[in-house]
């Protein structure tokens, strides 16, 4: 990673907040964005199904979701969530495991070897349009963030908005002792995350699921590992304190 990159990277904090939404005017905020990036924009979910323009399912009930907001404007700019695989001594059926089941390769999930209570899928990551857009395209919140005073250094943030979540949900499994993280990605993000030696395994084979994506896999402790010797290591340790500090008990 170039010393420019490591610079934005260490600037993010002073740009953005991260924490757990546990309130339901924080997890609103969450199924917001996702409504936009979900529905609006890209046509993933019928937006006649959610009149309140709020992106909802079943597993939101039992997830543990996070929230990006951009300090200057105000504007909540991410979210992802965790949703566990076991929940009060019973399994839990998994996103990935309605979407995915038969592009599972079976040997591979076989030698993971995942103890059901320690495992989570990271979903429902979504960053609004508003920090993807280049300038100049034609976007309403695009225009509330143009307005805004903002530096070079500031706007260099925005593209790292992905691997923040990703460091979120990294968080919050390790926190709430689920290590065992799978999640169904475009090939881009384990790409980005393996430019700075985190790996994620790929876990079977591609599916047309709101575009070509696969399930992949890391255990969180390895990730963390591999981010002590890496240039996300100051970042995860923010995000990881942030997130702690705003989940309850």
Same mark, same amino acid.
């Given at each position: 990673?170039?010393?420019?990159?490591?610079?934005?990277?260490?600037?993010?904090?002073?740009?953005?907040?991260?924490?757990?939404?546990?309130?339901?005017?924080?997890?609103?905020?969450?199924?917001?964005?996702?409504?936009?990036?979900?529905?609006?924009?890209?046509?993933?979910?019928?937006?006649?199904?959610?009149?309140?323009?709020?992106?909802?399912?079943?597993?939101?009930?039992?997830?543990?979701?996070?929230?990006?907001?951009?300090?200057?404007?105000?504007?909540?700019?991410?979210?992802?969530?965790?949703? *566990?695989?076991?929940? @009060?001594?019973? %399994?839990?059926?998994? =996103?990935?495991?309605?979407?995915?089941?038969?592009? &599972?390769? $079976? +040997?591979?999930?076989?030698?993971?070897?995942?103890?059901?209570?320690?495992?989570?899928?990271?979903?429902?990551?979504?960053?609004?349009?508003?920090?993807?857009?280049?300038?100049?395209?034609?976007?309403?919140?695009?225009?509330?963030?143009?307005?805004?005073?903002?530096?070079?250094?500031?706007?260099?943030?925005?593209?790292?908005?992905?691997?923040?979540?990703?460091?979120?949900?990294?968080?919050?499994?390790?926190?709430?002792?689920? *290590?065992?993280?799978? @999640?169904?990605? %475009?090939?881009?993000? =384990?790409?980005?995350?393996?430019?700075?030696?985190? &790996?994620? $395994? +790929?876990?079977?084979?591609?599916?047309?699921?709101?575009?070509?994506?696969?399930?992949?896999?890391?255990?969180?402790?390895?990730?963390?590992?591999?981010?002590?010797?890496?240039?996300?290591?100051?970042?995860?340790?923010?995000?990881?304190?942030?997130?702690?500090?705003?989940?309850?008990?």
């Amino acid at each position: 990673m170039t010393t420019e990159t490591k610079k934005t990277l260490d600037s993010f904090p002073d740009y953005f907040s991260i924490k757990a939404a546990v309130t339901a005017a924080e997890r609103g905020e969450t199924y917001r964005i996702r409504y936009r990036v979900y529905c609006e924009e890209f046509g993933y979910e019928p937006a006649d199904r959610f009149p309140d323009r709020m992106e909802t399912d079943a597993f939101d009930l039992t997830a543990a979701h996070c929230l990006i907001t951009h300090t200057a404007s105000g504007m909540p700019a991410g979210c992802v969530r965790i949703c *566990p695989g076991w929940i @009060a001594g019973a %399994e839990q059926e998994m =996103p990935y495991e309605q979407c995915c089941a038969a592009s &599972l390769d $079976r +040997r591979a999930m076989t030698a993971v070897g995942a103890p059901r209570d320690k495992v989570c899928e990271a979903s429902r990551f979504a960053v609004d349009a508003a920090f993807r857009r280049r300038s100049g395209e034609s976007l309403t919140r695009f225009g509330e963030i143009t307005a805004l005073d903002l530096s070079d250094t500031e706007r260099r943030t925005f593209p790292m908005l992905s691997a923040a979540l990703m460091l979120a949900a990294t968080a919050q499994a390790e926190i709430l002792d689920r *290590p065992y993280v799978f @999640a169904v990605m %475009e090939p881009f993000l =384990p790409r980005l995350l393996q430019r700075s030696r985190l &790996l994620m $395994r +790929r876990m079977g084979q591609d599916v047309n699921h709101h575009g070509i994506r696969a399930v992949y896999f890391s255990h969180s402790h390895v990730f963390v590992e591999a981010m002590e010797h890496g240039d996300f290591r100051d970042l995860y340790g923010w995000i990881h304190t942030q997130v702690r500090s705003t989940l309850p008990g």
